[in-house]
């Protein structure tokens, strides 16, 4: 604080305090302007104690100064209950102003604290700022007097009086006046002073230090010199009053030099300190931008990486949910919407409350597994529906402080890789299903062939034929992955080895048609053994003989059917076998066992013919016309 805040703050705190309160300042602060108001208890920490007495008005920035405290013109006003005794007290007080001499009660710095009546005679407001102090307010000729003699009174601790003291009042003529200051003591042990300024006429006691003040006049009964005497006498004490007044002045500006110089020390000591803390603080702040420099540069790639989070989450088709240590949704990506009902509000709720469509109510049990023993574990769940299979994963939930927190729960849709096994697995049961018929129509061929050939040479030719035949079929099927087979494709293949180069001797007309694989499998080995028996005693094993294979499918009330005709046709003239062979045998029980079909065979002189009618089911298909086709 400068010196007008503490000259403003100073009486305040005067104000404030108790009597005989303790006053603290810091370094930078003093009383040296206010010294009436604190005495110093110890000057080198700055602890005063408040004098009694009143306080100065209180200025305040911005405010008008506190009007003066009002005081009253008697010490100590009397209290009366009663209404003669308040009358009494008024008459007393009027005597007083009216007959008393005036007075002022002071402290030992001469400090007024109590005013009489009619003592403008006396005093008058200093110039400058307002002050309370009697010195400063005593009229010319009256100060020094009132200084020596407040100054023995303190010293002595008795009533001094001082006779002839000659004061002069604006507009009048000089007044000799006796001043008389009596101490006061209280019972707090503050001692105050009472000024009185006693005029001729007025009555008053012997003080124990009377000395005369006024002239060579005013005693007619001493001779010049002894007046002269008198005066030097007192012009002595006088100088010797302000001499000392003048070494108590110097040693207080002596020490207030010292405090100033020490207080200067301490402020360049403050001031390195400042600048000290000014550098550290200029340093913290270029340290400062540095850091938020890398600090901005962190949030920028948190954000960035929290998009290609929140990307990766929202473009993921792998269901994750994120769980606290107690089943508590944490987080969730949209794929998970498939497993369980879960919308944005739904975090912060335990997960065993929301509607799953799994066919699983494990999850509390194996989550605490997996917490328990830190270890993944995985299991295939089916929806309710059994529309959809999903792998799932449960994992501990790490921090980065490598703790456990929780439990990433994962689902991954996994339903065509369920579904490719289990056809893959009904493909398996296929093949056996048909590896085993196979060997068993293989195992039938061969003993019928064994049963009917004459020679080896004729086994080997006949059973290769019909193996030969058989693989072709099964060609077929194993391109279209056993699951039908086009029966224009059968017929092909069987009739291919024996086309002529034109081959216009094999002419196939008909629908595209599919059949199962069984039925083609039958069919196949049918068309072989008509073909080979063309090949060897009909139409085909001439040049000019011609084989017309025709085949219709006819829809009726139990369903349809197809209708198929083998014609041969300029061939060798056909005679009715005596015996059946095993290639009538084939087509007659093979097409009727696999294909519920009725085969009728004519032994026409033209040629041979075979007529085929059998159902198709409904895995099997008519798909449009075809034309005549060699």
Not at 297 to 320: H, I, M, P, W
Not at 502 to 518: A, E, H, I, W, Y
């Amino acid at each position: 604080m400068d010196s007008d805040l503490q000259a403003t703050v100073i009486p305040a705190f005067h104000y404030s305090l108790v009597p005989n309160g303790i006053l603290l300042l810091g370094s930078s602060e003093t009383v040296a302007r206010q010294e009436a108001l604190f005495a110093p208890l110890d000057k080198a920490h700055r602890i005063f104690q408040r004098c009694d007495g009143a306080s100065p008005p209180l200025r305040l920035p911005g405010k008008t100064a506190v009007r003066e405290l009002l005081h009253s013109t008697n010490a100590t006003p009397l209290k009366a209950p009663g209404a003669a005794s308040r009358a009494s007290s008024r008459a007393s007080e009027r005597v007083l102003e009216r007959f008393g001499p005036a007075f002022v009660v002071v402290t030992a710095q001469g400090e007024i604290v109590q005013y009489s009546s009619r003592t403008g005679r006396y005093l008058e407001p200093a110039a400058g700022l307002a002050s309370h102090n009697v010195l400063d307010m005593a009229r010319g000729g009256l100060r020094i007097h009132i200084r020596t003699a407040l100054k023995q009174a303190i010293e002595t601790g008795r009533p001094v009086q001082h006779t002839g003291v000659s004061v002069a009042a604006p507009g009048e003529q000089n007044q000799v006046i006796v001043l008389s200051v009596e101490p006061l003591r209280e019972s707090a042990g503050d001692t105050r002073y009472l000024v009185m300024f006693i005029e001729d006429g007025q009555p008053h006691h012997r003080a124990t230090d009377t000395r005369p003040a006024g002239p060579p006049d005013d005693h007619p009964t001493l001779t010049s010199d002894q007046q002269l005497e008198i005066e030097l006498r007192e012009t002595r004490e006088q100088l010797q009053s302000i001499t000392e007044e003048h070494d108590n002045a110097l040693e207080e500006l002596r020490s207030t030099n010292e405090e100033l110089h020490s207080l200067n020390e301490e402020l360049q000591s403050a001031n390195e300190e400042l600048e000290t803390s000014r550098e550290e603080i200029q340093s913290i702040n270029e340290e400062l931008q540095t850091v938020n420099a890398q600090l901005a540069s962190k949030v920028d790639q948190l954000d960035r990486q929290n998009s290609d989070l929140q990307n990766l989450f929202e473009g993921t088709q792998v269901a994750t949910i994120f769980l606290s240590p107690y089943l508590v949704i944490r987080g969730f990506t949209p794929a998970v919407a498939e497993v369980y009902n879960l919308i944005p509000s739904d975090v912060g709720r335990p997960l065993t409350d929301i509607v799953s469509r799994l066919s699983y109510s494990e999850l509390r049990d194996d989550v605490k597994r997996v917490l328990d023993t830190l270890e993944p574990l995985e299991r295939r769940v089916e929806r309710d529906d059994q529309a959809a299979y999903y792998l799932m994963r449960i994992l501990p939930y790490r921090t980065a402080e490598s703790t456990v927190d929780g439990a990433i729960v994962t689902f991954v849709d996994v339903t065509s890789i369920v579904k490719a096994e289990q056809h893959q697995r009904l493909l398996v049961d296929e093949l056996n299903h048909r590896v085993k018929n196979m060997l068993a129509v293989v195992i039938s061929l061969a003993a019928q062939t064994m049963r009917r050939s004459e020679t080896i040479e004729q086994f080997s030719n006949t059973f290769l034929g019909r193996i030969h035949a058989l693989a072709a079929v099964y060609a077929i099927l194993s391109r279209e992955s056993w699951q039908t087979v086009s029966l224009r494709d059968v017929i092909s293949e069987e009739i291919r080895p024996f086309l002529a180069e034109d081959g216009k001797n094999v002419t196939l007309t008909g629908p595209f048609v599919r059949l199962r694989s069984q039925a083609g499998l039958s069919l196949g080995l049918a068309i072989h053994e008509l073909t080979t028996n063309a090949a060897k005693y009909g139409a085909l094993a001439v040049p000019e003989g011609i084989v017309t294979v025709t085949w219709q499918v006819e829809k009726g009330a139990d369903g349809s059917r197809l209708l198929l005709q083998w014609v041969e046709e300029n061939g060798p003239r056909v005679e009715v076998p005596e015996h059946r062979g095993c290639g009538m045998m084939l087509i007659e029980r093979g097409l009727k066992q696999d294909m519920q079909a009725e085969v009728t065979i004519e032994f026409a002189a033209k040629g041979l013919r075979v007529t085929l009618s059998a159902p198709l089911q409904s895995k099997e298909a008519v798909q449009g016309q075809t034309g005549a086709e060699p």
